[in-house]
């Protein structure tokens, strides 16, 4: 019965479909990077993003308002953080160093992940969590570099942004599923746009960039907003309130599988035969943990039983007096 429960309430395989959409943003990304600031794009689809959920933010913002202030606290991180201030930084270690360093370091992000949920929520991986985490990371180093033994690594500086870039959305996964425990999964999105707009909004002054983008890129920034930025993220947070943050940091490796076929088959690029081998692994690893835990009664990633609410009066049983 168990292992019925469990096969409804996993939602794994949610969280690497959300995954797979971020691998198609490229495809208008790309072309708008190299005629404007990449911050400037970015505040664009939070503008856009604001105004999408606008329907739902005033509700979000109340539901925020008398959460605890772990929540509170969380979502902003989430919004300022692992949306804007991460993205700012991974654009800066590209500009500032080599175009190896911040790809190399966000391989980190998953380890970061499984510290982060370990240190905050509690959970607890299980020594067969191993087979599926080594060959994971593994496959995607050989997916993300052509030359997987001969990567270079440039000056401190673009090293220290990749770093912090990644740690960042580590922390965003991990604090989404802390927010998912209190807010609905559409509130949590709400905020996570509104958070990041008005952080890129002190963000993009700072670096110089404009704050507008010409009238001819919105078609492309609301395309942007609507698929890989809203309907990935409703499903990814969606997901993500049934899913230990252990398991969904892996399950977002997804996106670079995206990505890859993408680039082979939509923009004509070519892979290595070892790309093409980490592609074949992270993909075969990705479905066996999510089946693995669907199916399995002893999951590899063990999650703390919730903290039972307090007990108000009106649910205190009383004694009846005779």
Do not use: C, N
């Given at each position: 019965?168990?292992?019925?429960?469990?096969?409804v309430?996993?939602?794994?395989?949610?969280?690497?479909?959300a995954?797979?959409?971020?691998?198609?943003?490229?495809?208008?990304r790309?072309?708008?990077?190299?005629?404007?600031?990449s911050s400037?794009?970015?505040?664009?689809e939070?503008?856009?993003l604001?105004?999408?959920?606008?329907?739902v933010?005033?509700?979000?913002?109340?539901?925020?308002?008398g959460?605890?202030?772990?929540?509170?606290i969380?979502?902003?991180v989430i919004?300022?953080g692992?949306?804007?201030?991460a993205?700012?930084?991974f654009?800066l270690a590209?500009?500032?160093?080599?175009p190896i360093?911040p790809?190399v370091?966000q391989k980190?992000?998953?380890?970061?992940?499984?510290?982060?949920?370990?240190a905050?929520?509690?959970?607890?991986l299980?020594?067969?969590?191993?087979f599926?985490?080594?060959?994971?990371?593994?496959?995607?180093?050989?997916?993300?570099?052509?030359?997987?033994?001969?990567v270079?690594?440039?000056s401190?500086?673009?090293?220290?942004?990749?770093?912090?870039?990644?740690?960042?959305?580590?922390?965003?996964?991990?604090?989404?599923?802390?927010?998912s425990?209190?807010?609905a999964?559409?509130h949590?999105?709400a905020?996570?746009?509104?958070f990041?707009?008005?952080?890129?909004?002190?963000i993009?002054?700072?670096?110089g960039?404009?704050?507008?983008?010409?009238?001819?890129?919105?078609?492309?920034?609301l395309?942007?907003?609507?698929?890989?930025?809203?309907?990935?993220?409703v499903?990814?947070?969606?997901?993500?309130k049934q899913?230990?943050?252990?398991r969904?940091?892996f399950?977002?490796?997804?996106?670079?599988?995206?990505?890859?076929?993408?680039?082979v088959f939509?923009?004509?690029?070519?892979?290595?035969?070892?790309?093409?081998?980490?592609?074949?692994?992270?993909?075969?690893?990705?479905?066996?943990?999510?089946?693995?835990?669907?199916?399995?009664?002893?999951?590899?990633?063990?999650v703390p039983d919730?903290?039972?609410a307090?007990?108000?009066?009106?649910?205190t049983?009383?004694?009846r007096?005779?």
């Open positions: 019965m168990s292992t019925v429960r469990r096969a309430a996993d939602r794994t395989w949610l969280i690497a479909i995954a797979s959409m971020w691998g198609f943003s490229g495809l208008l790309a072309p708008l990077s190299k005629e404007y600031a400037s794009i970015v505040l664009g939070h503008l856009i604001v105004l999408l959920v606008s329907p933010l005033v509700g979000a913002l109340r539901s925020w308002w959460a605890s202030w772990r929540t509170r969380a979502t902003i919004g300022g692992s949306s804007a201030l993205t700012t930084l654009t590209f500009r500032t160093g080599d360093t790809q370091l980190l992000q998953p380890l970061l992940a499984l510290a982060f949920a370990a905050i929520l509690g959970e607890r299980r020594p067969r969590f191993a599926f985490a080594v060959p994971a990371l593994i496959g995607a180093w050989f997916l993300a570099f052509p030359k997987p033994f001969a270079g690594i440039g401190l500086t673009p090293a220290l942004l990749g770093l912090g870039a990644a740690a960042l959305w580590a922390l965003g996964t991990v604090l989404g599923r802390l927010a425990k209190e807010l999964f559409h949590v999105t905020l996570r746009f509104f990041g707009f008005l952080t890129l909004l002190v993009v002054p700072a670096l960039a404009p704050l507008t983008l010409p009238m001819a890129t919105w078609p492309r920034l395309s942007l907003a609507l698929v890989p930025g809203l309907l990935a993220l499903l990814y947070y969606f997901g993500l899913t230990p943050a252990s969904a940091t399950a977002e490796l997804a996106f670079p599988l995206t990505a890859a076929a993408v680039g939509i923009q004509h690029a070519t892979l290595q035969p070892t790309q093409w081998a980490g592609f074949g692994i992270v993909l075969a690893t990705v479905i066996a943990l999510a089946w693995h835990e669907r199916t399995q009664e002893r999951t590899a990633v063990r919730p903290i039972p307090p007990r108000t009066p009106e649910s049983p009383t004694t007096r005779t």
